[in-house]
Each structure stands twice: as C-alpha cells, then as structure tokens.
C-alpha cells in the first residue's frame, strides 16, 4: 500500500516534526497511523519529505524527517476552464481532474449554466472546489495542488482573454471536425482547454472563443457529461504531453 500523504503549510526545516491540527487529527484518529509507519508530507507547491512516526497521541504524530525533494511546477500547465455545473457535477468534475492532473480550475459562469453563483454562496461553492481540488490531491499523492480561479466564476469575457493569452487553447465541442488527439500542443506554457456545463455551450460563447484563437476540438464520437469530459480531455493531453510516460 502506497503512504499517505499529508499537506502542511510548510515543510519542516529540522529534523523532527508535530502533525497536529486537522492533518495530525486524521492521521492518528482517522487512519490510525502508528510508530514506525512511513508517510509523505508536501507543501502543495512541489515540496515534498519523508517521513517515519517516532509516536503517535490522540489527535497528532511526532515524525522524523528522513528526506526532502521537489517536483519543479508542470510545463505546460494544463488548465481547465469549467462551466458550473448543477449539484455535485462540478464537484466531481474538480475530484476527478484533479487525480490526472490538473494544474489550474478556473469556474466559469457559462449562459447556460443551471447554476449560479452569486455573492456569499459563490464563495461557499468556490471553498467546496478548493477543499475537493486538496483532498484530491492527496489520495492521488501529488507534490502540487491544483489552484482554483480566484473569482467565484469568471464571465466568458475575461475566459477569452485568458484564452488569447495562453500557448494553446482548445473548446471541447461535439460538433468539433478537430480531434483532441491530433491537435498541435505547445512545448510550454499554458493549455486552456474549455468545458461547457449540462447544457452545452452556446453559439455567441463558441464564436467569442474562437476569436480569441481557441480551436474547437472533439474527443470521438459521443457527447460525455461536463464532469467527465474534461477528464478524458486532460487523459488525452496528458499522454501526448509526456506526463504519462514510461
């Protein structure tokens, strides 16, 4: 079984170090990780350590730090602009991306995005992704958390203009004549990949993009659901990229 990892604010610079607070609190009442038992401490920003229980209390663990090292930031950064979706879609969405690797959610307040979010249950619904995007990060053991757009959801505007200013950036569109799979990928920089919410993106949103030199691409032949299109996107990109290699 892989060891856990734990996200802390920042990593030690000593030899020995507390677990407490939340992360302490899981790690000893939750999974019951005892001495000499091995997990991972990161930052989230690439920083990671090793690290062996020297004893366990009731809501913390006294560790040992037996190494250090650090993943450098992904390049390209592969970052995906989401139409909210309903319920727990974009919740799910931000789960799953996260796990293949995601370096960027950006929310987006699409026209025909059921839901909206609006002043301070904006901000709750911004949180929810933030705190997914963490606990994602760490079951898949990822040295960086993916970061969540600081607005509560971006307009198709300021989506356009984050468009115009990455290295590539692509539409997912079912009515697309470009494959995801064969469309020319920068050798760093940002790839913007757009996901519409239930209802699809709208004509004006599609025609704003593509001025913005965003290409509208397809996956194959069937339509999937906006929280799991972009992870088969980013599946796509993340081979062609390299990140998946051996």
């Known amino acids: 079984m892989s060891r856990a990892l734990f996200l802390v604010d920042a990593l030690p610079v000593g030899d020995e170090f507390l677990l407490d607070g939340p992360e302490g609190r899981h790690a000893a009442a939750v999974q019951r990780i005892g001495p000499g038992e091995e997990l991972l401490l990161a930052d989230g920003r690439g920083a990671t350590a090793e690290a062996v229980v020297l004893s366990a209390g009731k809501n913390a663990l006294t560790l040992e730090i037996r190494s250090r090292a650090y993943e450098p930031a992904p390049d390209p950064r592969l970052v995906v602009v989401q139409g909210i979706a309903k319920g727990d879609r974009g919740e799910l969405a931000v789960q799953a991306m996260t ?53 509560p959801d971006e ?47 709208a004509p004006e949103e599609l025609a704003a993009f593509e001025e913005a030199g965003a290409t509208p691409v397809r996956l194959g032949p069937t339509v999937l659901r906006t929280s799991t299109a972009g992870v088969a996107a980013l599946s796509v990109l993340s081979a062609r990229l390299g990140r998946w290699g051996s």
């Open 155 to 201: 307009s198709t505007r300021n989506v356009a203009t984050r468009l115009a200013a990455a290295a590539a950036a692509f539409v997912l569109h079912e009515e697309a004549t470009t494959a995801l799979a064969t469309a020319a990928l920068p050798e760093r920089g940002d790839v913007l990949l757009v996901v519409g919410p239930e209802g699809g993106i």
């Open 99 to 151: 796990e293949v690797g995601v370096d960027e959610i950006v929310p987006w307040a699409a026209t025909r995005s059921v839901s909206r979010w609006r002043a301070e249950r904006g901000d709750k619904a911004r949180d929810r992704w933030v705190a997914t995007a963490r606990e994602a990060a760490k079951q898949s053991r990822r040295a960086w958390c993916p970061t969540i757009a600081g607005d």
